[in-house]
């Protein structure tokens, strides 16, 4: 898919597959155009040129909230919380929002809760949540929808570094024990080497690489792009 904003290319030829039970890493310098891809993917934004296809339909026209309805979930890099609602009415909601039955949405909304440690903070105001809390709410809302596919845009943005292992279980139980597909777009390399099975790199719009963790780690591309040339040549150097 390609995206165009009145002369400036954002995304230049791009191609991304996700399928169930993996978790794929989106990488790329600020302004690589990860934001856009995670848009057009989940009907936020839609592409100049391409298509978008989900499970074998193409999707390219449908609106978010019908992808969301066919199984396509994201979490946001700034709060789309019900602000005055607590944190657990703000998971049931996300819930109620796709068809699930008021109980069955009361009971995942303690799962998910609990999943993502924030069940002490279940009766408070979504609005009263640091920022590190509020990604996790996040979380629990694109995982409310019990979808087949979660998009998560830096969700661990403002987690303290002692709390990403944490997080990095998390993802990996969304892959393992609900069997999604996770698109992972976050700066925290330790947290992306971790947990992805696959990684993407975007650089000015295009794809630069793509790999394993130990691939994408060991290619200079990427080094030179994300450290500069210098770091590249102490790495040739060493
Ligand atoms: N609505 C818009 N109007 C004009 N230009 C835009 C718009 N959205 C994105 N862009 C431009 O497209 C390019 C890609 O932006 P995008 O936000 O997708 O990058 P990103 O990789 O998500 O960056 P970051 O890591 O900072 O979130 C940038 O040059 C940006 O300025």
């Not at 934001?35 to 074998?56: E, K, Q, R, W």
């Not at 796709?98 to 999943?115: F, K, S, T």
């Amino acid at each position: 898919m390609s995206r165009s904003f009145e002369g400036v290319h954002a995304l230049q030829g791009v191609s991304i597959e996700l399928h169930r039970h993996e978790v794929v890493g989106l990488i790329g310098p600020n302004g690589a155009g990860k934001s856009t891809l995670v848009n057009i993917l989940t009907g936020f934004d839609f592409p100049t040129a391409g298509s978008v296809s989900l499970d074998g339909r193409d999707v390219t026209g449908w609106s978010a909230h019908r992808r969301g309805r066919h199984g396509l979930a994201r979490t946001f890099q700034h709060s789309h919380s019900f602000r005055s609602l607590s944190v657990r009415e703000n998971v049931e909601v996300a819930a109620l929002g796709v068809g699930a039955g008021a109980r069955a949405a009361r009971m995942r909304a303690g799962e998910l809760l609990d999943l993502l440690g924030l069940a002490a903070y279940a009766e408070a105001p979504a609005g009263s949540l640091p920022h590190g809390d509020e990604r996790r709410l996040g979380v629990a809302r694109a995982l409310a929808t019990e979808p087949s596919f979660v998009l998560m845009d830096e969700p661990a943005a403002g987690l303290p570094e002692a709390e990403v292992p944490e997080f990095a279980a998390v993802v990996r139980a969304v892959r393992d024990d609900h069997g999604a597909g996770v698109l992972l777009i976050d700066h925290n390399m330790a947290l992306i080497m971790d947990v992805c099975d696959r990684i993407q790199v975007l650089d000015q719009g295009t794809v630069l690489a793509e790999g394993t963790p130990a691939e994408i780690r060991s290619n200079l591309d990427v080094a030179a792009a994300y450290l500069g040339e210098s770091a590249v040549q102490a790495e040739q150097r060493s």
